[in-house]
């Protein structure tokens, strides 16, 4: 048996291949039949849980949520794929598949059981591109164009259905069979797949046992015996009553119509979320897409992990690689996935990362450690000390990549329109701006960074702050051209056309909106001591004088974590239809993807990607004052 690896890290499946069939070795079972894999899926899960038919119905706008406790090899995910794509409606609409998996595959096996399937292949091959290294968590995958949205869970399914918060139209009750695996099929787990049911929810599993017909009878589901598949002669299928009131459901979201206050990475993100399931949004910036904090000619995408860990490196962590994932569609054009080093430039660093290897297990496609002499050879810059490696980070063009996600036909711009106050009227949000304009909305989502709290109509303090950053653009000929992003003390990019772009300074006590000859001098002096022999003469022969740049306002929160969800009017009343997305400091284009993907499910009503430890984090009314009221 494969040993268990150190947080974040998951221990894989063990799997032995007999006559070309994977079976797990720990449970001692096929993952799928042996006479063909494929039409047993099709038997037992679509069939019986009538999808086909029902995807036809799902409206514009809307979502179909198929929900699975054992993920194994894929193959049920890719049959529900292939059947959205043939008979779902012809307008946009998402179909939201949520599984856990215990023990999940490696990439390499995962792609030898899908093989077995040519019938499968392309979306098999689009699914392996986007499969998630081995990390315990919530991992969010966008398929299809966003078609289709996969929340693959890898840990326990209890933790998987305590944590996540979504309810089923379709249950396949999977996994491998309950004499081998009694912990998928216990009462506490019955009762979760119930909690995450609402009138109507149907189901269908392969087994017949008894004791599995009688639990689910009791939580609520009608259930029947039915002709199995192959030599199964029986299998299960069942239906929540579809007048069964015995739980609340969820308020429905309705769809009106929503603002974005703010045209930097957070809200062109958004905004192109929406788009794409279908949902047409009014994005509102006082200048245009990526002219504030997001309007660098470059900008490194990374995180700093924590030693420990924790929630705050769990939300960094997944926000890292879905966004390494998300910016793959602008590779080559606005995303550059050159790597990047970490290093250990100083004896404090050193020892951090030391404690952090020590305490932690990543896999190497997140990130490993490197030598010195490794260092060099990757970054192509002479470097004083080794680092953590991050083969799948690298750099953006983050103006430009605003624009683009800013350009679809369901997002309508409202640009040079500076806001100055939102006013609640009729159950609607009245946007007024300067020179008279005026705009209605049902709801807002307020995305406007450092200026965020000016447009905050509740009475009080919001414990946010803007920090002045100012990057320096240093001609290419001064500098070594590095190959990949460096990190320390201060961050070097490698070189577009002409120049590198490095900083930024971290200014508390200054809000001068124009680049400084002073801050220039800074940057370079911690980039000499970073990387002395970068510069091509003593730091290059430069002077602050004589050099470009660009300030921008990080707006961070007082525990330097984002903020994304619903405003609340005081501590407990929430504002369904005011939100706040801000505070991502300068981890912006780290962290806006993936809260991006957050909201957008919470604004449509839709499975959220981020389980409740994670989405806690987020909460706004932890930046509240207190006695703070809608004014």
């Known amino acids: 048996m494969n040993r268990s690896p ?69 193959l049920n995910f890719l049959a529900t794929w292939q059947a959205w794509l043939s008979t779902a409606p012809s307008h946009v609409a998402t179909l939201h598949f949520v599984s856990v998996e215990r023990y999940p595959l490696t990439r390499d096996d995962l792609a030898r059981a899908l093989a077995l399937w040519p019938e499968l292949q392309p979306l098999a091959d689009e699914l392996l591109r986007h499969y998630p290294p081995l990390v315990r968590g919530a991992h969010r995958l966008v398929l299809a164009g966003g078609r289709v949205r996969l929340t693959l869970y890898f840990g326990d399914i209890h933790d998987a259905w305590q944590s996540l918060a979504f309810q089923a139209d379709a249950w396949y009750l999977d996994g491998f069979a309950p004499a081998r695996n009694p912990d998928m099929w216990l009462e506490t787990t019955i009762n979760q797949i119930r909690a995450h049911s609402k009138p109507g929810t149907t189901l269908a599993t392969f087994t017949s046992v008894g004791r599995v017909r009688r639990a689910l009878a009791d939580a609520g589901f009608c259930m029947e015996k039915t002709s199995g598949y192959g030599r199964k002669r029986e299998m299960l299928r069942g239906a929540l009553p579809t007048e069964d009131e015995a739980y609340p459901q969820a308020k429905p979201t309705g769809d009106g119509t929503i603002a974005i206050l703010g045209a930097g990475i957070a809200g062109c993100a958004l905004a192109r979320n929406l788009a794409d399931r279908g949902w047409p949004v009014t994005l509102i910036d006082a200048r245009g897409p990526g002219t504030g904090a997001s309007g660098n000619a470059q900008g490194a995408l990374y995180a700093k992990l924590g030693v420990e860990f924790n929630d705050q490196t769990q939300l960094a962590l997944t926000s890292l690689i879905f966004s390494q994932r998300f910016y793959n569609a602008w590779r080559d054009q606005y995303w550059h996935p050159t790597g990047l080093l970490q290093l250990a430039h100083s004896p404090q660093e050193a020892d951090r990362q030391n404690r952090f290897l020590q305490r932690n297990g990543y896999p190497e496609d997140v990130l490993c450690p490197v030598t010195r002499e490794q260092a060099s050879q990757l970054s192509g810059v002479p470097t004083q000390s080794g680092g953590l490696w991050f083969p799948g980070s690298g750099w953006l063009e983050p103006g430009n990549l605003c624009r683009a996600l800013a350009d679809h036909p369901l997002i309508t711009t409202a640009f040079d329109v500076a806001v100055n106050r939102l006013l609640p009227c009729n159950g609607q949000w009245h946007i007024s701006a300067q020179k008279g304009t005026s705009i209605v909305a049902d709801r807002v989502v307020i995305c406007s960074g450092h200026l965020s709290p000016d447009l905050i109509p509740i009475k009080g303090r919001f414990r946010m702050k803007a920090i002045r950053g100012q990057v320096t653009h240093l001609p290419a000929t001064s500098v070594v051209n590095a190959r990949t992003v460096i990190c320390g003390n201060r961050y070097l990019n490698p070189a577009l056309g002409d120049f590198a772009v490095t900083g930024a300074t ?126």
């Open 506 to 631: 971290f200014d508390l006590r200054s809000n001068n909106p124009s680049p400084t000859a002073a801050s220039h001098e800074e940057n370079l002096r911690e980039l000499n001591q970073m990387l002395p022999l970068v510069f091509n003469t003593k730091e290059g022969g430069l002077s602050g004088q004589d050099l470009d740049g660009r300030v921008a306002f990080r707006c961070t929160t007082h525990d330097y974590q984002p903020v994304a969800g619903p405003m609340f009017n005081g501590e407990s009343a929430c504002l369904d239809d005011l939100y706040l997305f801000t505070g991502l400091g300068s981890k912006g284009l780290t962290y806006a993807p993936l809260l991006a993907e957050y909201l957008a499910d919470q604004l449509t009503g839709q499975p959220a990607c981020l389980p409740g430890n994670l989405a806690r984090r987020l909460e706004t009314r932890r930046l509240y004052q207190k006695d703070m009221a809608v004014s």
């Open 6 to 74: 150190l947080p974040p890290g998951i221990e894989s499946a063990e799997i032995a291949w007999r006559d070309g069939v994977p079976e797990s070795v720990r449970f001692g079972d096929v993952y799928f039949s042996r006479d063909n894999g494929l039409e047993e899926t099709r038997h037992v899960f679509l069939q019986h849980n009538k999808l086909p038919e029902r995807f036809s119905r799902v409206p514009r706008g809307g979502s179909f949520v198929v929900a699975e406790n054992g993920f194994g090899t894929g």
